[in-house]
């Protein structure tokens, strides 16, 4: 949508209209109001080529986006968790630790022995527990299954710090293009003030014509100075997630471009329900709590235990002993029975709460689908109706104004609303890439790529240079 060509040709169109206040000069008739239509590339005026050239380096999306993702430290945090949990597979598959004990019989001196005693003797033992078959295996596979969910937390993460620096982004945008349609539509002002004094002096204007231009351009000012307020509350907003001071300076931003929606909505609830982090996070819970239940009901088999003594005794002959050993469940009642009701409880309370996210993720899909389909409409119409017709509006009144049938509040009013939905575009504009963030986030697929062949426009996108 090409709405900033329309400056330039106001501020060449009031020069005009300043050049034939002479009373001498007759008025012109027929002036036209130009609105440059998406795609096409207008001349820049003077001021705006200096301003293009003053601003040089812009801050991409894409880069600030990779920078968080490096820099960020809850991102690494993820990272940490992720590889301390799959540390611990290794740890539950290997059997317990062995056991080795060093005594004597005899004398309460240590490591002594009473001669002529057969039972007296020094000894040195080793044990080992041997889990009963297959809990070793189960508990590396539930260890796994966390690891797995972690790896889902980080995802989210990542995907969250994604929505965040993009939505951030685009507000930044939208508030440095804000700055620039209120400083143009004020400089716009102060010549249309010019030329309202210039009609008063010479007796065909109203002293009220003069002051009303005087209060809109102060009324700019407190704008510009909340603007200015708001972008800076911003630019420290996505310095913080860059993980920089909040007053480190930023360049601009670079263009937007508005992404349409090419997915419908139960699509988009297949493709949440697929890679959605939360729903991915849940699903592994739940395949663990299955695995627990599977342990739970291990637990009824005895653990195994094996053992080794040798005896030094003193005038004898040494002697070696070997022993066996299993636990017996005789508390089952209490503990196993009890541990496999437990588990269930939780594998059931594992498939609640998956089916908890999966209803969570089709409200917080459809909000976001809405605002971005609102969104989307809403700059469809401006680009449509809303600018092409103010700006018929505006180029019937200051030919109205020129013959002197049309007073200038009214044609004062008809030109701060026509700048004014420039502003409400680039608003509408960033809300509705944010919507597509936020969507990005749990379907995981990047929205702003083009769909394979298809082109720009039938994307929907539109040139903003």
Request: contains cysteine; hydrophobic residues 40%.
């Amino acid at each position: 949508m090409q709405i900033k060509g329309l400056l330039p040709v106001l501020l060449l169109l009031c020069i005009g209209i300043a050049a034939q206040e002479k009373p001498s000069l007759p008025q012109q008739a027929n002036i036209r109001l130009a609105w440059v239509p998406a795609g096409t590339a207008p001349a820049q005026s003077s001021d705006a080529q200096l301003s293009t050239q003053a601003a040089g380096e812009t801050l991409t999306l894409e880069a600030v986006v990779r920078e968080a993702l490096e820099k960020n430290p809850a991102v690494q945090s993820a990272l940490h968790t992720i590889a301390a949990q799959r540390r611990r597979v290794p740890q539950v598959r290997s059997y317990p630790d062995p056991m080795v004990a060093v005594g004597w019989a005899g004398n309460i001196t240590p490591f002594s022995v009473q001669e002529g005693d057969p039972s007296s003797n020094r000894n040195v033992s080793v044990t080992q527990q041997i889990p009963y078959p297959g809990k070793l295996k189960l508990r590396a596979e539930m260890a796994s299954r966390e690891a797995d969910a972690s790896q889902a937390d980080y995802e989210a993460v990542v995907r969250r710090i994604t929505a965040d620096v993009k939505a951030a982004y685009f507000d930044y945008f939208y508030f440095d293009k804000a700055i620039q349609i209120t400083q143009k539509n004020k400089s716009l002002l102060e010549k249309l003030s010019k030329i309202s004094e210039s009609r008063y002096q010479v007796g065909k204007g109203m002293q009220q014509d003069v002051l009303r231009s005087q209060v809109e351009i102060s009324l700019l000012l407190q704008k510009l100075t909340m603007l200015d307020q708001q972008r800076a509350t911003s630019q420290a907003k996505l310095n913080n997630l860059l993980v920089r001071q909040p007053e480190s300076p930023l360049p601009p931003a670079a263009d937007v471009q508005p992404t349409a929606m090419r997915y419908s909505l139960e699509e988009l609830y297949a493709m949440a329900a697929e890679s959605d982090t939360g729903v991915q996070r849940e699903s592994r819970m739940v395949e663990k709590s299955r695995l627990a239940v599977s342990m739970a009901q291990k637990e009824y088999r005895p653990d195994l235990g094996v053992g080794y003594m040798y005896q030094q005794r003193p005038n004898m002959p040494d002697m070696h002993a070997v022993t066996f050993s299993a636990s017996v469940p005789v508390f089952y009642r209490t503990k196993q029975r009890e541990g496999v009701a437990q588990a269930r409880e939780e594998l059931a309370s594992a498939e609640k709460s998956r089916e908890n996210r999966l209803n969570e993720l089709k409200f917080e899909l459809r909000q976001q689908y809405l605002a971005a389909k609102a969104t989307g409409q809403l700059l469809d119409l401006y680009t449509k109706a809303v600018v092409p017709q103010s700006s018929l509006t505006l180029e019937s009144s200051m030919s109205a104004y020129q013959v002197g049938s049309l007073d200038f509040l009214s044609m004062l009013t008809n030109f701060t609303t026509l700048l004014n939905y420039e502003t409400d575009y680039y608003r509408q504009m960033a809300d509705h890439q944010m919507a597509l963030a936020r969507i990005e986030s749990l379907i995981g697929v990047d929205l702003t790529a083009a769909a394979p062949g298809q082109t720009a426009e039938q994307q929907g996108m539109r040139s903003q240079r």
